[in-house]
C-alpha cells in the first residue's frame, strides 16, 4: 500500500493514553489534547511536491560526486558544481519572499585532518536561506541537512557517489520548504529567525553543521531547535512494513548532551527527569504537532531516547555540542544495501544509493512532518524558563513548625514570567506517569507564575509550555529544583 489516504494514524485514537496507565489518578487538567494546526499551515503541507522532490534529488545525483574533497572547478561534477547550483537555485526560490529571504553561502577553509580522511585542505561551503523574524529576531529555528556524499572508501573523492538517500532526500525537502514559504513570509514575517541551511562536509566529521552551530553560538543567537534531516527516502523501496511507510523516527539525545552544570544533570538523574532533556522535549512537541495534523501528513512520529542509531551521528550533534535542542529525523528501516555502498551489482546483489531507491511521495510526506514543525514552532511563543518547584512543600516535615498544608502529596511550581513575550496568552503546565514517553494531561494556569497541584512529585514529571494568541504551543521545559538557583 504507498497511498497514505488509506493510511489512518494509529496517534488519531486515544494519543493521550500512548503507554500510560490509568494511575496515578488526577483531579485536575484535562486529558492532553494534541494541539491542533490552522488551515492556512496545513494547506501548506499539500504543496510539498514529489514531482519536485524527484527532479531535485535526480540534479544532485548528476553531479557525479558530492564528496567534501571533490572537484570544486568543474561546473557539471563535485561539490562545486553541486554546491553552486544549490546557491542559484535558492535564490530563484526566494525572489517571491519581497526581500524577506535571503541566501548565502558562507565558506571556510579546513585544513587537512588524516584522522577524519581529509588529505588536503578543502572549502566547507554551507548553502543557506535566512528569514529574519519581526519580533523576536534572536530567537532562531534551524532546519539542516547535509548535501555531502560518500564512498565506502571515505577517501574517495572522485568514484561516482549518487548519495540520493543519503542526503539529496533532505536537500529535496529543504528547497522545498524554502519555495513554499517564499510567497507566506512576503506577506507576513515569521515573529521568529528560520534558518534553512544545507551542509557539507557530514560524512567526514560534521565539519558544515559544526561551522554553522559555532557560528550562531559565537554570535549569541538563543537557538531553540535544530530538526536534522539525514536518510529520510527509503518509504516503499524495499520490502518493509507498510507501517514503515507512514513513520518517521526522530532520535533524542538523553542526559549525555547536556551542557549545563554538573549538579543539574545529576539532579535530572537523581530524581527521574532523565528523559525531559531539551532534545526528547523537541521530540515530543513534533510528535505532537503531527499527531495533530496526521490526517494531513499521513505519518506517525517515532521518538527514540538515543541520539542517534548505534554507533552512529550526525549533524544534530553539532547543535547539541553547542547547547542547543536538536532532534534527527531518519527513516524508520534503513537500506543499508543502498547506503554508503559503491554502485555496484556482486553476487548478483545490487549495491549504491541511486535515485530508483527513494520513494518521492515519502520523502515528500516527511517534508510535511518538517514544514509543519519549523514553522509551527517559529509561529509559537518562546519555551518558557526557569521552571521549578519547591523542595519544602509536598515532602517530609524537617521542624514542628512545619505547617502542615505542606505536609500533603502535592507539588508547588512557580515560573520566570520576565520579560514578557508578546506572543503569549497563557502558560499550561503538562505532566505523564512515569511509565508515558508523551504527555498525558494539562492545565491553563492563565498568566501566573506559580500554582500548586494535587500530584505527588514521586509519580509524575511535570513540563511547562507557552501557549500563544495564535493557539500555537512552545515545546515544553523541565522543572528542576536546582533551577532556582539561577532566580535572582
Ligand atoms: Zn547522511
Same mark, same amino acid.
Given at each position: 500500500m504507498k497511498s497514505s489516504s488509506k493510511f489512518s494514524p494509529r496517534?488519531? +485514537?486515544?494519543f493521550a493514553n500512548?503507554?500510560?496507565? +490509568?494511575?496515578?489518578? &488526577?483531579?485536575?487538567?484535562?486529558p492532553l489534547v494534541p494541539q491542533s494546526t490552522d488551515p492556512q499551515t496545513l494547506s501548506l503541507l499539500n504543496q510539498m511536491d514529489p514531482k519536485r522532490i524527484q527532479n531535485y534529488i535526480q540534479t544532485l545525483v548528476n553531479f557525479h560526486t558530492r564528496h567534501t574533497?571533490?572537484?570544486?572547478?568543474s561546473p557539471t561534477t563535485g561539490i562545486g558544481a553541486a554546491r553552486n547550483w544549490l546557491l542559484k537555485e535558492m535564490t530563484e526560490l526566494i525572489k517571491p519572499s519581497n526581500g524577506r529571504m535571503t541566501a548565502s553561502m558562507p565558506c571556510y577553509l579546513q585544513p587537512a585532518i588524516p584522522a577524519d580522511d581529509i588529505f588536503f585542505a578543502v572549502e566547507i561551503c554551507n548553502v543557506q536561506v535566512e528569514i529574519k523574524g &519581526?519580533?523576536?529576531?534572536?530567537r532562531t529555528y534551524v532546519y539542516t541537512g547535509h548535501y555531502d556524499s560518500r564512498r565506502?572508501?571515505?577517501? @574517495?573523492?572522485?568514484?561516482?557517489?549518487?548519495?540520493a538517500d543519503d542526503n539529496a532526500s533532505a536537500v529535496a525537502i529543504a528547497l522545498e520548504m524554502i519555495r513554499i514559504l517564499a510567497p507566506v513570509v512576503a506577506k507576513t514575517a515569521p515573529p521568529t529567525t528560520i534558518i534553512i541551511a544545507t551542509v557539507a562536509g557530514e560524512e567526514q566529521d560534521l565539519f558544515g553543521s559544526n561551522f554553522l552551530a559555532q557560528t550562531l553560538k559565537n554570535a549569541s543567537v538563543n537557538v531553540q531547535a535544530n530538526f536534522n534531516d539525514d536518510i529520510v527516502g527509503s518509504g516503499s523501496n524495499?520490502? /518493509? !512494513?507498510?507501517l514503515n511507510q507512514h513513520t518517521i523516527r526522530i532520535f533524542g539525545a538523553g542526559? @549525555?548532551?547536556?551542557?549545563?552544570?554538573a549538579d543539574v544533570v545529576a539532579e535530572f538523574i537523581s530524581t527521574g527527569y532523565? @528523559? !525531559?532533556t531539551p532534545a526528547r522535549h523537541l521530540g515530543r512537541y513534533v510528535q505532537e504537532v503531527n499527531a495533530g495534523a496526521a490526517s494531513v501528513t499521513g505519518m506517525e512520529v517515532a521518538l527514540i531516547?538515543?541520539?542517534?542509531? /548505534?554507533?552512529r551521528g550526525g549533524d544534530h550533534e553539532s547543535f547539541l555540542n553547542a547547547g542547543f535542542p536538536a532532534v534527527r529525523f531518519t527513516e524508520p528501516q534503513e537500506d543499508f544495501f543502498h547506503q554508503h555502498q559503491d554502485p555496484r551489482v556482486q553476487d548478483g546483489v545490487t549495491y549504491g544509493d541511486e535515485?530508483?531507491?527513494?520513494d518521492f511521495e515519502y520523502t515528500a510526506r516527511v517534508g510535511k512532518v518538517n514544514l509543519l514543525s519549523l514553522w509551527s514552532i517559529a509561529n509559537a511563543p518562546a519555551t518558557p524558563s526557569n521552571f521549578t518547584y519547591d523542595? +519544602?512543600?509536598?515532602?517530609?516535615?524537617?521542624?514542628? &513548625?512545619?505547617?502542615?498544608?505542606?505536609?500533603?502529596n502535592i507539588i508547588k511550581l512557580y515560573w520566570n514570567t520576565?520579560?514578557? !513575550?508578546?506572543?503569549?496568552?497563557y502558560y499550561e503546565i503538562v505532566w505523564r506517569p512515569m &511509565?508515558?514517553?508523551?504527555?498525558t494531561h494539562m492545565l491553563n494556569v492563565g498568566l501566573e507564575n506559580t500554582t500548586i497541584l494535587p500530584i505527588s512529585k514521586d509519580n509524575a514529571v511535570f513540563g511547562l509550555r507557552a501557549v500563544g494568541k495564535n493557539g500555537k504551543k512552545s515545546p515544553a521545559t523541565y522543572a528542576l529544583a536546582v533551577a532556582s538557583q539561577f532566580f535572582g
Amino acid at each position: 500500500m504507498k497511498s497514505s489516504s488509506k493510511f489512518s494514524p494509529r496517534c488519531l +485514537n486515544g494519543f493521550a493514553n500512548w503507554g500510560a496507565g +490509568n494511575w496515578p489518578p &488526577s483531579s485536575v487538567g484535562t486529558p492532553l489534547v494534541p494541539q491542533s494546526t490552522d488551515p492556512q499551515t496545513l494547506s501548506l503541507l499539500n504543496q510539498m511536491d514529489p514531482k519536485r522532490i524527484q527532479n531535485y534529488i535526480q540534479t544532485l545525483v548528476n553531479f557525479h560526486t558530492r564528496h567534501t574533497a571533490s572537484d570544486t572547478k568543474s561546473p557539471t561534477t563535485g561539490i562545486g558544481a553541486a554546491r553552486n547550483w544549490l546557491l542559484k537555485e535558492m535564490t530563484e526560490l526566494i525572489k517571491p519572499s519581497n526581500g524577506r529571504m535571503t541566501a548565502s553561502m558562507p565558506c571556510y577553509l579546513q585544513p587537512a585532518i588524516p584522522a577524519d580522511d581529509i588529505f588536503f585542505a578543502v572549502e566547507i561551503c554551507n548553502v543557506q536561506v535566512e528569514i529574519k523574524g &519581526s519580533v523576536d529576531p534572536n530567537r532562531t529555528y534551524v532546519y539542516t541537512g547535509h548535501y555531502d556524499s560518500r564512498r565506502l572508501n571515505l577517501s @574517495d573523492y572522485t568514484g561516482y557517489a549518487p548519495g540520493a538517500d543519503d542526503n539529496a532526500s533532505a536537500v529535496a525537502i529543504a528547497l522545498e520548504m524554502i519555495r513554499i514559504l517564499a510567497p507566506v513570509v512576503a506577506k507576513t514575517a515569521p515573529p521568529t529567525t528560520i534558518i534553512i541551511a544545507t551542509v557539507a562536509g557530514e560524512e567526514q566529521d560534521l565539519f558544515g553543521s559544526n561551522f554553522l552551530a559555532q557560528t550562531l553560538k559565537n554570535a549569541s543567537v538563543n537557538v531553540q531547535a535544530n530538526f536534522n534531516d539525514d536518510i529520510v527516502g527509503s518509504g516503499s523501496n524495499a520490502p /518493509f !512494513d507498510t507501517l514503515n511507510q507512514h513513520t518517521i523516527r526522530i532520535f533524542g539525545a538523553g542526559t @549525555d548532551y547536556l551542557t549545563l552544570p554538573a549538579d543539574v544533570v545529576a539532579e535530572f538523574i537523581s530524581t527521574g527527569y532523565q @528523559d !525531559d532533556t531539551p532534545a526528547r522535549h523537541l521530540g515530543r512537541y513534533v510528535q505532537e504537532v503531527n499527531a495533530g495534523a496526521a490526517s494531513v501528513t499521513g505519518m506517525e512520529v517515532a521518538l527514540i531516547y538515543k541520539p542517534d542509531r /548505534f554507533f552512529r551521528g550526525g549533524d544534530h550533534e553539532s547543535f547539541l555540542n553547542a547547547g542547543f535542542p536538536a532532534v534527527r529525523f531518519t527513516e524508520p528501516q534503513e537500506d543499508f544495501f543502498h547506503q554508503h555502498q559503491d554502485p555496484r551489482v556482486q553476487d548478483g546483489v545490487t549495491y549504491g544509493d541511486e535515485i530508483e531507491y527513494v520513494d518521492f511521495e515519502y520523502t515528500a510526506r516527511v517534508g510535511k512532518v518538517n514544514l509543519l514543525s519549523l514553522w509551527s514552532i517559529a509561529n509559537a511563543p518562546a519555551t518558557p524558563s526557569n521552571f521549578t518547584y519547591d523542595t +519544602n512543600i509536598g515532602f517530609l516535615a524537617t521542624t514542628e &513548625s512545619t505547617p502542615p498544608s505542606f505536609l500533603e502529596n502535592i507539588i508547588k511550581l512557580y515560573w520566570n514570567t520576565e520579560p514578557a !513575550d508578546p506572543l503569549l496568552a497563557y502558560y499550561e503546565i503538562v505532566w505523564r506517569p512515569m &511509565s508515558s514517553q508523551q504527555w498525558t494531561h494539562m492545565l491553563n494556569v492563565g498568566l501566573e507564575n506559580t500554582t500548586i497541584l494535587p500530584i505527588s512529585k514521586d509519580n509524575a514529571v511535570f513540563g511547562l509550555r507557552a501557549v500563544g494568541k495564535n493557539g500555537k504551543k512552545s515545546p515544553a521545559t523541565y522543572a528542576l529544583a536546582v533551577a532556582s538557583q539561577f532566580f535572582g
